[in-house]
């Protein structure tokens, strides 16, 4: 069966090649009657350089291809095409006046310095040649090599998403059923709410292995039914709140970015607060970024968080680095209420929407 591709291939070639020498033939013809004045049984002989220069670069296609020489080495390949290019020229240029020689096609004397000047002319056409050949096959090569790149990277990609997101699932899902276990005996009622809320997790982690990004608002869906568990373990100790620019809910982000982070918030900050505390949930649009907040009652030591190794903001920085490289932004930091009575520490991330958002000025 004929490849289709290689066959076009091979056909722009043979085109290229009519094309090229022809070309070469017409400027000469042109040159012979228009700037030299001659008569055109003196131009007869052409054709032979046309018929000469198609058989003996393409013998020359053939050798280079059989030598594999798109593999040597720069020095190497420049001196192999010189020489090559030369003894082409020689010959072209030899059989072209030995027929000029035997059949007396030209009235002008034997003249070796013109000899010369046709063996200097013809090397450079045919460096010409080898100069489009090369750079089509380089740029073949490097366009190739580009691809694979690519999808080496997208693999690579892929696995680190699939390696970070596998690390949620257990963790997660065991902090899960711990809410809802004292439920079983003292509220069954309650009890089956909270599994309905745990099937809808189930079913959202379920996904999460399939796809890079969900929308920001089906997300919350899942980060409400965790919250609405967890305040069956820690009841009026915990309260949550969340504001969502509309404009933002369809906005894609990392699955359980969200929700590890909440996770986090529980697990560090309210749980560790006799009294308990609050969650705060904001987005907004700012710019060409999603702005999204994190809040939770407490404060946190910014020194000893940069050397811990936790995996929820961990996992989370790394997720955003693989998909928005260098253009996201994540930050924690410590603040107040209004009232400047309640200490939060506030989890920023910013997620690109076309632009930049690491920069180091917020809003």
């Known amino acids: 069966m004929v490849n289709k591709k290689n066959f076009n291939r091979e056909q722009i070639y043979w ?3 009519f094309l090229g ?3 070469f033939i017409l400027i000469n013809v ?3 009657v228009f700037i030299k004045g001659e008569k055109s049984q003196n131009f007869i002989i052409l054709p032979v350089y046309f018929i000469l220069g198609i058989v003996l670069t393409h013998i020359y296609r053939n050798y280079i291809k059989k030598h ?12 192999n095409v010189v020489i ?6 020689l010959i ?3 059989i072209f006046y030995g027929i000029i020689i035997i059949f007396s096609l030209s009235e002008h004397e034997f003249n070796w310095i013109y000899i010369v000047i046709s063996i200097f002319n013809v090397f450079i056409i045919i460096i010409g040649w080898s100069l489009v050949y090369f750079s089509i096959h380089f740029f073949e090569n490097y366009r190739n090599a580009e691809i694979e790149r690519l999808v080496w990277e997208a693999a690579v990609k892929d696995f680190e998403l699939k390696t970070l997101k596998s690390q949620l699932n257990p963790h997660f899902m065991f902090n899960a059923l711990n809410s809802i276990r004292s439920l079983i005996e003292e509220n069954p009622e309650r009890a089956k709410t909270t599994i309905t809320q745990l099937s809808n997790i189930f079913r959202y982690s379920l996904r999460i292995d399939k796809v890079e990004t969900v929308p920001l608002e089906e997300e919350l869906k899942t980060v409400i039914d965790y919250l609405d568990l967890e305040k069956v373990r820690f009841e009026e100790r915990l309260n949550y709140e969340i504001d969502i620019d509309p404009m933002t809910r369809g906005i894609e982000i990392p699955p359980m970015m969200i929700q590890t982070l909440v996770e986090n918030s529980i697990k560090h900050g309210i749980s560790k607060i006799p009294d308990g505390g609050k969650i705060r949930i904001n987005s907004r649009r700012n710019k060409e970024c999603l702005v999204l907040e994190i809040e939770n009652s407490g404060e946190i030591d910014l020194e000893a968080l940069n050397n811990a190794t936790g995996y929820g903001i961990s996992n989370t920085k790394q997720r955003l680095n693989i998909l928005f490289g260098g253009r996201s932004n994540f930050r924690i930091l410590n603040t107040t209420s209004k009232n400047k009575v309640e200490n939060f520490v506030k989890v920023e991330i910013k997620i690109p929407l076309g632009g930049n958002c690491n920069e180091s000025t917020y809003s």
């Open 84 to 89: 090559s290019n030369l003894l082409i020229s």
């Open 68 to 79: 594999r020489w798109h593999s040597l080495s720069i020095k190497k390949l420049v001196t």
């Open 15 to 17: 085109i290229c090649q």
């Open 21 to 23: 020498w022809g070309g």
């Open 92 to 94: 072209i240029v030899a």
């Open 30 to 32: 042109l040159f012979t």
